[in-house]
């Protein structure tokens, strides 16, 4: 009969787009930027997200590794920098993972450092941009707002 639904329909919710916030920084200082993103991961492990940083540059994620260690006096981001090729699981349970490659299905924020949108963004639930004064970071930074802004996703901004 038109217009009845089958007895075994149901309605599931749709999938929450990802949140996505840029973090404007006045510097182009990396060591600033870096700074930033060590206090977003705290804070987002404070309240019990899970954080997956992204770049395509393995020596900026040392820099971050070292970073995480001593950024704050009485503070400590338990973290794993993962090597190249690697793709985290859920048996990785750090709260915070660095890598150039892949992240695990079990990450909640993905703090993105790449010139590029990286392929899984869309699995987080948010992703964050840290862009800096310093010319090519701020113009990929400018290409991934707007791939983000033509395809619909929900934007923030946050001049530090």
Not at 12 to 24: A, E, G, V
Not at 134 to 150: H, I, N, S
Request: hydrophobic share 40%; aromatic share 10%; charged share 25%.
């Amino acid at each position: 009969m038109l217009g009845t639904l089958p007895t075994t329909w149901r309605c599931y919710p749709l999938h929450k787009m990802t949140r996505i916030d840029f973090y404007l920084l006045s510097s182009t200082d990396l060591t600033t930027r870096l700074q930033l993103v060590c206090k977003l991961a705290e804070k987002a492990i404070g309240r019990a997200q899970t954080v997956f940083i992204h770049s395509n540059s393995e020596s900026d994620l040392a820099m971050l590794d070292r970073a995480l260690w001593d950024f704050r006096a009485m503070s400590f981001v338990a973290h794993k920098l993962l090597p190249a090729g690697y793709v985290a699981s859920s048996l990785d349970n750090e709260p915070v993972q660095l890598s150039v490659g892949q992240p695990g299905n079990d990450r909640t924020v993905l703090i993105n450092l790449a010139d590029e949108v990286p392929s899984f963004f869309s699995r987080f639930e948010r992703t964050l941009e840290v862009i800096d004064e310093e010319p090519d970071v701020k113009t990929a930074g400018r290409l991934r707002y707007r791939f983000y802004q033509q395809r619909g996703y929900p934007l923030k901004h946050h001049k530090m």
